[in-house]
Protein backbone atom coordinates (compact mmCIF):
# COMPACT_ATOMS: atom_id res chain seq x y z
CA UNK A 1 0.00 0.00 0.00
CA UNK A 2 1.23 3.33 -0.95
CA UNK A 3 2.33 5.39 2.34
CA UNK A 4 1.26 8.93 1.06
CA UNK A 5 -2.39 7.36 0.64
CA UNK A 6 -2.91 9.30 4.05
CA UNK A 7 -2.32 12.54 3.21
CA UNK A 8 -3.94 12.38 0.00
CA UNK A 9 -6.93 11.30 1.93
CA UNK A 10 -7.31 14.16 3.95
CA UNK A 11 -6.57 16.75 1.59
CA UNK A 12 -9.15 15.00 -0.76
CA UNK A 13 -11.85 15.24 1.67
CA UNK A 14 -11.31 18.16 2.51
CA UNK A 15 -11.25 19.52 -1.18
CA UNK A 16 -14.40 17.10 -2.12
CA UNK A 17 -16.42 18.34 1.09
CA UNK A 18 -20.02 20.00 -0.24
CA UNK A 19 -23.03 20.94 1.64
CA UNK A 20 -21.57 20.56 5.20
CA UNK A 21 -22.74 22.54 8.33
CA UNK A 22 -20.87 25.10 9.63
CA UNK A 23 -19.30 23.57 12.35
CA UNK A 24 -18.29 20.66 10.39
CA UNK A 25 -17.14 23.49 7.52
CA UNK A 26 -15.14 24.77 10.53
CA UNK A 27 -13.75 21.35 11.38
CA UNK A 28 -12.94 20.34 7.39
CA UNK A 29 -11.03 23.51 6.81
CA UNK A 30 -8.62 23.04 9.85
CA UNK A 31 -8.13 19.44 8.81
CA UNK A 32 -7.44 20.88 5.08
CA UNK A 33 -5.52 23.87 6.65
CA UNK A 34 -3.24 21.37 8.76
CA UNK A 35 -2.69 19.03 6.32
CA UNK A 36 -1.29 21.72 3.49
CA UNK A 37 0.72 23.12 6.58
CA UNK A 38 2.40 19.51 7.03
CA UNK A 39 3.29 18.99 3.82
CA UNK A 40 4.94 22.23 3.46
CA UNK A 41 6.69 22.21 6.36
CA UNK A 42 8.01 18.72 5.35
CA UNK A 43 9.08 20.80 2.41
CA UNK A 44 11.19 23.16 4.84
CA UNK A 45 12.90 21.51 6.63
CA UNK A 46 14.25 19.19 3.39
CA UNK A 47 12.15 15.78 4.35
CA UNK A 48 9.49 16.32 1.26
CA UNK A 49 10.96 17.84 -1.92
CA UNK A 50 8.54 20.81 -3.52
CA UNK A 51 8.08 18.38 -6.39
CA UNK A 52 6.65 15.79 -4.22
CA UNK A 53 4.48 17.87 -2.06
CA UNK A 54 2.97 19.55 -5.89
CA UNK A 55 2.99 15.74 -6.69
CA UNK A 56 0.93 14.93 -3.41
CA UNK A 57 -2.10 17.60 -3.38
CA UNK A 58 -2.29 17.06 -6.96
CA UNK A 59 -3.67 13.66 -6.42
CA UNK A 60 -5.33 14.62 -3.89
CA UNK A 61 -7.41 16.72 -5.98
CA UNK A 62 -8.12 14.08 -8.45
CA UNK A 63 -9.13 12.34 -5.70
CA UNK A 64 -11.43 14.89 -4.81
CA UNK A 65 -13.04 15.02 -8.24
CA UNK A 66 -13.48 11.33 -8.68
CA UNK A 67 -15.72 11.84 -5.11
CA UNK A 68 -18.20 13.64 -7.11
CA UNK A 69 -21.35 11.66 -7.81
CA UNK A 70 -22.84 11.19 -11.30
CA UNK A 71 -24.85 14.03 -12.59
CA UNK A 72 -22.87 16.80 -11.42
CA UNK A 73 -24.08 16.91 -7.42
CA UNK A 74 -21.58 16.12 -5.09
CA UNK A 75 -21.26 13.67 -2.19
CA UNK A 76 -22.04 15.08 1.39
CA UNK A 77 -19.07 14.47 3.30
CA UNK A 78 -19.17 14.76 7.17
CA UNK A 79 -15.82 15.23 9.23
CA UNK A 80 -16.82 14.61 12.74
CA UNK A 81 -14.60 16.48 15.12
CA UNK A 82 -11.53 15.96 15.81
CA UNK A 83 -9.27 17.49 19.22
CA UNK A 84 -6.19 18.98 18.91
CA UNK A 85 -4.51 15.66 20.75
CA UNK A 86 -5.87 13.40 17.96
CA UNK A 87 -5.07 16.05 15.12
CA UNK A 88 -1.79 16.24 16.37
CA UNK A 89 -1.07 12.46 16.76
CA UNK A 90 -1.97 12.41 13.34
CA UNK A 91 0.67 14.79 12.06
CA UNK A 92 3.10 12.98 13.92
CA UNK A 93 2.48 9.82 12.51
CA UNK A 94 1.98 11.19 9.32
CA UNK A 95 5.38 13.01 9.55
CA UNK A 96 7.07 9.31 10.28
CA UNK A 97 5.48 7.91 7.66
CA UNK A 98 6.71 10.24 5.21
CA UNK A 99 10.45 10.31 6.59
CA UNK A 100 10.24 6.41 6.67
CA UNK A 101 9.32 6.17 2.98
CA UNK A 102 11.53 9.13 1.55
CA UNK A 103 14.46 6.99 3.75
CA UNK A 104 13.01 3.62 2.43
CA UNK A 105 13.08 4.56 -1.10
CA UNK A 106 15.93 7.40 -1.55
CA UNK A 107 13.23 10.11 -3.09
CA UNK A 108 13.87 12.83 0.12
CA UNK A 109 15.70 11.94 2.65
CA UNK A 110 18.09 15.16 3.72
CA UNK A 111 21.54 15.00 1.85
CA UNK A 112 20.47 12.02 -0.08
CA UNK A 113 22.96 11.04 -3.26
CA UNK A 114 21.74 12.45 -6.07
CA UNK A 115 20.27 9.59 -8.67
CA UNK A 116 23.49 10.84 -10.92
CA UNK A 117 26.11 9.89 -7.65
CA UNK A 118 24.58 6.53 -7.57
CA UNK A 119 27.43 3.79 -7.97
CA UNK A 120 30.50 6.53 -7.81
CA UNK A 121 33.60 5.10 -5.85
CA UNK A 122 36.29 7.05 -5.46
CA UNK A 123 40.26 6.72 -5.42
CA UNK A 124 42.05 9.56 -4.13
CA UNK A 125 45.36 10.34 -2.29
CA UNK A 126 48.53 12.54 -1.53
CA UNK A 127 52.08 11.66 -0.82
CA UNK A 128 54.45 14.59 0.48
CA UNK A 129 57.81 13.06 0.18
CA UNK A 130 61.46 14.02 1.22
CA UNK A 131 64.41 12.30 -0.98
CA UNK A 132 67.49 12.18 -0.44
CA UNK A 133 69.79 10.32 -3.23
CA UNK A 134 73.78 9.45 -2.24
CA UNK A 135 76.03 9.28 -5.16
CA UNK A 136 79.24 6.85 -4.38
CA UNK A 137 82.64 8.92 -4.85
CA UNK A 138 83.47 6.26 -7.74
CA UNK A 139 80.84 6.52 -10.30
CA UNK A 140 81.96 7.98 -13.16
CA UNK A 141 81.10 11.60 -14.22
CA UNK A 142 77.94 12.72 -16.64
CA UNK A 143 80.39 13.03 -19.56
CA UNK A 144 82.42 9.71 -18.76
CA UNK A 145 78.53 7.73 -18.85
CA UNK A 146 76.98 9.76 -21.90
CA UNK A 147 80.33 8.52 -24.00
CA UNK A 148 79.58 4.83 -23.32
CA UNK A 149 78.74 2.30 -26.06
CA UNK A 150 75.80 2.30 -24.26
CA UNK A 151 75.21 5.64 -23.13
CA UNK A 152 73.89 6.95 -20.01
CA UNK A 153 72.40 10.19 -19.69
CA UNK A 154 72.09 11.59 -16.58
CA UNK A 155 72.77 15.49 -15.17
CA UNK A 156 74.01 14.21 -12.01
CA UNK A 157 75.89 11.00 -10.64
CA UNK A 158 78.46 12.26 -8.00
CA UNK A 159 76.76 14.87 -5.67
CA UNK A 160 74.49 14.28 -3.31
CA UNK A 161 71.07 15.24 -3.87
CA UNK A 162 67.83 15.95 -1.82
CA UNK A 163 64.41 17.36 -3.13
CA UNK A 164 61.07 17.45 -1.69
CA UNK A 165 58.27 16.07 -3.65
CA UNK A 166 54.32 16.09 -3.89
CA UNK A 167 51.63 13.38 -5.58
CA UNK A 168 48.08 14.26 -5.66
CA UNK A 169 45.68 11.25 -7.74
CA UNK A 170 42.18 11.87 -8.15
CA UNK A 171 40.14 9.76 -9.38
CA UNK A 172 36.36 7.75 -9.74
CA UNK A 173 34.63 5.12 -10.57
CA UNK A 174 30.89 4.51 -11.87
CA UNK A 175 28.80 1.36 -11.97
CA UNK A 176 26.55 2.57 -15.16
CA UNK A 177 23.95 -0.40 -15.13
CA UNK A 178 24.59 -4.28 -14.89
CA UNK A 179 27.58 -4.72 -17.06
CA UNK A 180 29.43 -1.34 -17.53
CA UNK A 181 32.00 0.43 -15.77
CA UNK A 182 33.89 3.45 -15.98
CA UNK A 183 36.46 5.23 -14.52
CA UNK A 184 39.40 7.77 -14.85
CA UNK A 185 41.96 9.35 -12.80
CA UNK A 186 43.87 12.49 -12.98
CA UNK A 187 47.67 12.73 -11.60
CA UNK A 188 50.40 15.37 -11.32
CA UNK A 189 53.53 14.56 -12.73
CA UNK A 190 55.43 15.15 -16.31
CA UNK A 191 53.08 14.46 -19.47
CA UNK A 192 56.37 13.01 -20.76
CA UNK A 193 57.07 10.64 -18.51
CA UNK A 194 54.97 6.84 -17.94
CA UNK A 195 56.18 6.49 -14.82
CA UNK A 196 56.22 8.79 -12.24
CA UNK A 197 53.35 10.96 -10.82
CA UNK A 198 55.98 12.94 -7.99
CA UNK A 199 55.52 16.55 -8.76
CA UNK A 200 59.48 18.27 -7.67
CA UNK A 201 58.92 21.16 -5.26
CA UNK A 202 61.34 24.18 -6.15
CA UNK A 203 59.69 25.80 -9.41
CA UNK A 204 59.43 29.20 -7.99
CA UNK A 205 56.01 28.00 -6.50
CA UNK A 206 55.14 27.62 -10.04
CA UNK A 207 51.57 25.58 -10.26
CA UNK A 208 51.44 21.33 -10.69
CA UNK A 209 50.71 19.95 -13.90
CA UNK A 210 48.15 17.71 -14.11
CA UNK A 211 47.44 15.27 -16.80
CA UNK A 212 44.89 12.12 -17.42
CA UNK A 213 46.56 8.80 -15.69
CA UNK A 214 43.27 6.45 -16.36
CA UNK A 215 40.31 6.76 -18.54
CA UNK A 216 38.75 3.19 -19.09
CA UNK A 217 35.44 1.33 -19.67
CA UNK A 218 34.58 -1.91 -18.42
CA UNK A 219 32.09 -4.75 -19.66
CA UNK A 220 31.23 -7.45 -17.45
CA UNK A 221 28.51 -9.75 -18.77
CA UNK A 222 29.40 -12.19 -16.53
CA UNK A 223 31.20 -12.80 -13.02
CA UNK A 224 34.04 -14.64 -14.74
CA UNK A 225 34.51 -12.28 -18.09
CA UNK A 226 35.83 -8.48 -18.21
CA UNK A 227 36.95 -6.70 -21.09
CA UNK A 228 38.57 -3.21 -20.24
CA UNK A 229 39.80 -0.90 -22.92
CA UNK A 230 41.10 2.83 -22.33
CA UNK A 231 44.04 3.68 -20.34
CA UNK A 232 44.04 1.38 -17.08
CA UNK A 233 45.37 0.10 -14.39
CA UNK A 234 48.29 -2.98 -14.65
CA UNK A 235 45.76 -5.51 -15.53
CA UNK A 236 48.85 -8.50 -14.79
CA UNK A 237 49.35 -10.04 -11.48
CA UNK A 238 53.82 -9.05 -11.01
CA UNK A 239 56.63 -6.75 -8.92
CA UNK A 240 58.28 -3.61 -9.63
CA UNK A 241 60.98 -6.05 -10.81
CA UNK A 242 59.08 -5.86 -14.37
CA UNK A 243 56.55 -2.97 -13.85
CA UNK A 244 56.70 0.46 -12.61
CA UNK A 245 54.32 0.56 -9.60
CA UNK A 246 52.65 3.60 -10.69
CA UNK A 247 52.57 2.53 -14.77
CA UNK A 248 48.84 2.31 -16.31
CA UNK A 249 48.60 0.74 -20.22
CA UNK A 250 46.87 2.09 -22.94
CA UNK A 251 45.06 -0.58 -24.81
CA UNK A 252 42.73 -3.43 -24.37
CA UNK A 253 42.41 -6.12 -22.11
CA UNK A 254 40.12 -9.45 -21.21
CA UNK A 255 40.27 -11.04 -18.18
CA UNK A 256 38.77 -14.48 -17.40
CA UNK A 257 38.74 -15.44 -14.23
CA UNK A 258 36.59 -19.13 -13.55
CA UNK A 259 36.08 -20.79 -10.79
CA UNK A 260 37.65 -24.26 -10.32
CA UNK A 261 36.88 -25.42 -6.54
CA UNK A 262 35.30 -23.89 -3.58
CA UNK A 263 38.59 -22.41 -3.30
CA UNK A 264 40.85 -22.16 -6.50
CA UNK A 265 39.84 -19.81 -8.99
CA UNK A 266 42.08 -19.45 -11.86
CA UNK A 267 42.24 -16.25 -14.35
CA UNK A 268 43.59 -15.73 -17.45
CA UNK A 269 44.87 -12.42 -18.90
CA UNK A 270 45.26 -11.40 -22.30
CA UNK A 271 45.98 -7.89 -23.59
CA UNK A 272 46.78 -5.91 -26.61
CA UNK A 273 48.62 -2.58 -26.05
CA UNK A 274 50.23 0.29 -28.52
CA UNK A 275 53.56 1.42 -27.21
CA UNK A 276 54.67 4.11 -29.91
CA UNK A 277 52.19 4.87 -33.16
CA UNK A 278 53.66 5.79 -36.05
CA UNK A 279 51.77 6.53 -38.93
CA UNK A 280 53.22 5.49 -42.33
CA UNK A 281 55.24 7.69 -44.13
CA UNK A 282 57.11 8.19 -47.41
CA UNK A 283 60.22 9.39 -45.57
CA UNK A 284 60.13 6.62 -42.68
CA UNK A 285 59.85 2.95 -42.67
CA UNK A 286 59.71 2.11 -39.36
CA UNK A 287 56.71 -0.05 -37.74
CA UNK A 288 54.19 0.74 -34.65
CA UNK A 289 55.39 -0.48 -31.47
CA UNK A 290 53.08 -3.21 -29.48
CA UNK A 291 52.45 -5.08 -26.81
CA UNK A 292 51.27 -8.69 -26.83
CA UNK A 293 50.56 -9.41 -23.20
CA UNK A 294 49.27 -12.90 -21.81
CA UNK A 295 48.92 -14.60 -18.14
CA UNK A 296 47.35 -17.41 -16.80
CA UNK A 297 47.33 -18.01 -12.72
CA UNK A 298 46.07 -19.96 -9.96
CA UNK A 299 44.68 -18.01 -6.70
CA UNK A 300 43.86 -20.94 -3.70
CA UNK A 301 42.49 -20.33 -0.22
CA UNK A 302 43.45 -22.46 2.55
CA UNK A 303 41.57 -21.67 5.73
CA UNK A 304 43.69 -18.25 6.42
CA UNK A 305 46.11 -18.40 3.95
CA UNK A 306 46.06 -16.96 -0.04
CA UNK A 307 48.46 -18.44 -2.34
CA UNK A 308 48.54 -17.01 -6.19
CA UNK A 309 50.89 -17.99 -8.66
CA UNK A 310 50.82 -16.95 -12.41
CA UNK A 311 53.03 -16.92 -15.81
CA UNK A 312 52.95 -14.36 -18.08
CA UNK A 313 54.71 -13.62 -21.15
CA UNK A 314 55.11 -10.04 -22.34
CA UNK A 315 55.95 -9.99 -26.41
CA UNK A 316 57.37 -6.69 -27.59
CA UNK A 317 57.10 -5.89 -31.34
CA UNK A 318 59.23 -3.77 -33.32
CA UNK A 319 61.07 -2.14 -30.38
CA UNK A 320 64.48 -3.37 -31.19
CA UNK A 321 66.42 -0.43 -32.97
CA UNK A 322 67.30 -1.09 -37.17
CA UNK A 323 70.08 1.16 -39.05
CA UNK A 324 69.66 3.62 -41.42
CA UNK A 325 71.26 2.16 -44.44
CA UNK A 326 74.49 3.33 -45.25
CA UNK A 327 72.90 5.07 -49.15
CA UNK A 328 70.70 6.81 -47.23
CA UNK A 329 73.25 9.66 -47.14
CA UNK A 330 72.13 12.89 -45.92
CA UNK A 331 68.31 11.82 -45.77
CA UNK A 332 67.78 13.36 -42.01
CA UNK A 333 65.41 12.20 -40.91
CA UNK A 334 66.72 8.53 -41.61
CA UNK A 335 64.09 6.06 -42.77
CA UNK A 336 64.54 4.43 -39.31
CA UNK A 337 65.19 6.85 -36.92
CA UNK A 338 62.02 5.87 -35.25
CA UNK A 339 63.14 2.86 -34.13
CA UNK A 340 64.98 4.43 -31.45
CA UNK A 341 62.77 4.23 -28.09
CA UNK A 342 60.89 6.78 -27.48
CA UNK A 343 61.15 6.65 -23.53
CA UNK A 344 63.72 5.12 -21.61
CA UNK A 345 65.66 4.79 -18.62
CA UNK A 346 69.07 3.29 -18.62
CA UNK A 347 70.21 -0.10 -18.48
CA UNK A 348 69.46 -2.06 -21.78
CA UNK A 349 72.29 -2.70 -24.88
CA UNK A 350 72.30 -0.39 -27.64
CA UNK A 351 73.66 0.55 -30.80
CA UNK A 352 73.79 3.54 -33.01
CA UNK A 353 71.64 3.85 -35.74
CA UNK A 354 71.95 6.91 -37.49
CA UNK A 355 75.87 7.20 -38.36
CA UNK A 356 75.22 7.34 -42.25
CA UNK A 357 73.49 10.65 -41.06
CA UNK A 358 75.76 11.48 -38.54
CA UNK A 359 78.33 11.55 -40.86
CA UNK A 360 77.29 13.41 -43.34
CA UNK A 361 75.34 16.56 -41.75
CA UNK A 362 76.66 16.43 -38.08
CA UNK A 363 73.20 15.44 -36.36
CA UNK A 364 73.11 14.38 -33.27
CA UNK A 365 73.49 9.97 -32.71
CA UNK A 366 70.34 7.92 -32.04
CA UNK A 367 70.58 4.52 -30.37
CA UNK A 368 67.91 1.84 -30.79
CA UNK A 369 67.40 -1.36 -28.57
CA UNK A 370 69.95 -4.04 -29.74
CA UNK A 371 67.80 -6.80 -28.36
CA UNK A 372 64.30 -7.69 -29.27
CA UNK A 373 62.18 -8.61 -25.67
CA UNK A 374 59.99 -11.42 -25.25
CA UNK A 375 59.81 -11.52 -21.15
CA UNK A 376 58.31 -14.84 -19.52
CA UNK A 377 57.88 -13.92 -16.41
CA UNK A 378 56.77 -16.12 -12.90
CA UNK A 379 55.15 -14.25 -9.88
CA UNK A 380 54.32 -15.84 -6.81
CA UNK A 381 53.17 -14.60 -3.55
CA UNK A 382 51.87 -16.12 -0.04
CA UNK A 383 49.65 -14.06 2.18
CA UNK A 384 49.51 -15.58 5.45
CA UNK A 385 46.42 -14.43 7.80
CA UNK A 386 46.59 -16.71 10.89
CA UNK A 387 47.40 -13.45 13.03
CA UNK A 388 44.80 -10.92 11.19
CA UNK A 389 45.09 -8.16 11.16
CA UNK A 390 48.94 -9.01 11.03
CA UNK A 391 49.62 -10.95 7.72
CA UNK A 392 53.17 -12.19 6.86
CA UNK A 393 53.72 -11.77 2.93
CA UNK A 394 56.31 -13.51 1.25
CA UNK A 395 56.79 -12.18 -3.07
CA UNK A 396 59.09 -14.06 -5.52
CA UNK A 397 59.40 -12.57 -8.95
CA UNK A 398 62.22 -14.60 -11.69
CA UNK A 399 61.92 -12.71 -15.17
CA UNK A 400 63.89 -14.06 -18.70
CA UNK A 401 64.05 -12.20 -21.63
CA UNK A 402 63.45 -15.70 -24.19
CA UNK A 403 63.81 -12.87 -27.11
CA UNK A 404 67.79 -12.36 -26.77
CA UNK A 405 69.05 -13.87 -29.76
CA UNK A 406 73.16 -13.26 -30.11
CA UNK A 407 72.97 -13.78 -34.06
CA UNK A 408 70.67 -12.22 -34.39
CA UNK A 409 71.69 -8.77 -32.70
CA UNK A 410 75.26 -9.80 -34.17
CA UNK A 411 74.15 -9.32 -37.72
CA UNK A 412 71.41 -6.80 -37.01
CA UNK A 413 73.68 -4.19 -34.90
CA UNK A 414 77.13 -5.73 -35.77
CA UNK A 415 77.82 -5.70 -31.63
CA UNK A 416 78.40 -9.30 -30.36
CA UNK A 417 76.94 -9.06 -26.69
CA UNK A 418 76.76 -11.80 -24.36
CA UNK A 419 73.30 -13.13 -22.96
CA UNK A 420 72.37 -10.79 -19.84
CA UNK A 421 68.52 -11.51 -19.89
CA UNK A 422 67.94 -13.03 -16.48
CA UNK A 423 65.98 -10.91 -12.99
CA UNK A 424 64.72 -12.14 -9.40
CA UNK A 425 63.47 -10.57 -6.58
CA UNK A 426 62.43 -12.08 -3.10
CA UNK A 427 60.38 -9.97 -0.77
CA UNK A 428 59.25 -10.50 2.91
CA UNK A 429 56.19 -7.98 4.30
CA UNK A 430 55.13 -8.06 8.16
CA UNK A 431 51.93 -6.24 9.30
CA UNK A 432 48.97 -4.64 7.81
CA UNK A 433 48.83 -5.13 4.09
CA UNK A 434 47.28 -2.47 3.16
CA UNK A 435 47.13 1.04 6.29
CA UNK A 436 44.14 2.72 7.07
CA UNK A 437 43.81 2.92 10.72
CA UNK A 438 45.83 5.05 13.66
CA UNK A 439 48.24 1.95 14.97
CA UNK A 440 48.57 -0.17 11.60
CA UNK A 441 52.20 -1.00 10.66
CA UNK A 442 54.27 -2.89 8.53
CA UNK A 443 58.08 -3.61 7.71
CA UNK A 444 59.35 -5.09 4.66
CA UNK A 445 62.45 -5.91 3.25
CA UNK A 446 63.74 -7.03 -0.39
CA UNK A 447 66.73 -7.84 -2.72
CA UNK A 448 66.31 -7.43 -6.16
CA UNK A 449 68.84 -8.48 -9.08
CA UNK A 450 68.06 -7.65 -12.72
CA UNK A 451 70.34 -8.09 -15.73
CA UNK A 452 70.95 -5.93 -18.37
CA UNK A 453 68.46 -6.97 -20.92
CA UNK A 454 65.97 -8.86 -18.61
CA UNK A 455 63.55 -6.57 -19.44
CA UNK A 456 62.72 -3.49 -21.49
CA UNK A 457 64.39 -0.65 -19.07
CA UNK A 458 61.71 1.60 -20.00
CA UNK A 459 59.00 0.42 -17.34
CA UNK A 460 60.76 -1.28 -14.88
CA UNK A 461 61.31 0.96 -11.10
CA UNK A 462 62.05 4.16 -11.45
CA UNK A 463 63.33 4.25 -7.83
CA UNK A 464 65.83 1.58 -7.54
CA UNK A 465 69.57 2.98 -9.17
CA UNK A 466 67.39 5.77 -9.78
CA UNK A 467 65.54 3.76 -12.79
CA UNK A 468 66.28 0.69 -15.14
CA UNK A 469 68.25 -2.55 -15.23
CA UNK A 470 71.65 -3.80 -14.57
CA UNK A 471 70.74 -3.03 -11.20
CA UNK A 472 71.12 -5.33 -7.87
CA UNK A 473 70.73 -4.33 -3.80
CA UNK A 474 68.17 -4.63 -1.37
CA UNK A 475 65.19 -2.46 -0.59
CA UNK A 476 64.47 -2.21 3.76
CA UNK A 477 61.02 -0.05 4.71
CA UNK A 478 58.41 0.15 6.79
CA UNK A 479 55.11 2.54 7.49
CA UNK A 480 52.57 3.35 10.54
CA UNK A 481 49.30 4.87 10.84
CA UNK A 482 49.60 7.92 12.47
CA UNK A 483 45.35 9.08 11.59
CA UNK A 484 42.86 7.43 9.98
CA UNK A 485 43.91 6.82 6.38
CA UNK A 486 46.98 8.82 6.87
CA UNK A 487 50.57 6.89 7.20
CA UNK A 488 54.15 7.43 7.53
CA UNK A 489 56.65 5.28 4.99
CA UNK A 490 60.33 4.95 4.88
CA UNK A 491 61.84 3.34 2.51
CA UNK A 492 66.14 3.01 2.05
CA UNK A 493 67.07 1.22 -1.58
CA UNK A 494 70.70 0.16 -1.90
CA UNK A 495 71.90 -0.77 -5.61
CA UNK A 496 75.02 -1.21 -7.41
CA UNK A 497 75.48 -2.10 -10.99
CA UNK A 498 75.94 -5.69 -12.54
CA UNK A 499 78.33 -5.40 -15.51
CA UNK A 500 78.09 -1.79 -16.31
CA UNK A 501 80.69 1.09 -15.35
CA UNK A 502 80.43 2.63 -11.71
CA UNK A 503 76.90 4.05 -10.95
CA UNK A 504 75.95 3.42 -7.64
CA UNK A 505 72.66 4.89 -5.46
CA UNK A 506 71.55 4.74 -2.48
CA UNK A 507 68.19 6.62 -1.98
CA UNK A 508 66.01 7.25 1.55
CA UNK A 509 62.32 7.72 0.83
CA UNK A 510 60.06 9.18 4.20
CA UNK A 511 56.40 9.94 2.93
CA UNK A 512 53.47 11.16 4.26
CA UNK A 513 50.24 9.59 2.76
CA UNK A 514 46.72 10.00 3.23
CA UNK A 515 43.52 8.20 1.39
CA UNK A 516 41.02 10.12 0.95
Not at 148 to 172: E, K, W
Not at 251 to 267: H, M, R, S, T, W
Not at 372 to 393: C, G, M, Q, W, Y
Amino acid sequence: MNKKLPICVAVAAALAAGPVLADEREDLETLRQTTLNLIQALVQTGILTQEKADALIAEAKRAAVQATAPGGERRVVRVPYVPQTVRSEIKEELRSEVLAQAKAEGWAAPNAVPSWAEGMKWESDIRVRYQYDRFDRNNFSPLQLSSLDDPITVGNSQNDNSRLRARLRFGMEKQMGDMTTVGFRVATGSLTDPLSTNQTMGNSFDRYALGVDKAYMTLQPATWLALTGGRMANPFLGTDLVWHADLNFDGIAIAIKPQLADNVDAFFTTGVFPVMKLDPSPTSSAQSKWLYAYQAGVQWQPARTTVKAALALYDYHHVEGIANPDDSGAQNPGPYDSTAPQFKQKGNSLFQINVAQVGANGTGSLFGLASKFREADFTASVDVANLDPIHVIATADYVKNIGFDRAEILNRTGRDLEPRTRGYMAKLLVGTPAISRRGEWQVFGAYKYLQRDAVLDAFTDSDFRLGGTDAKGYIIGGAYGIDKNTWLSLRYLSADPIDGPPYSVDTLQFDLNARF
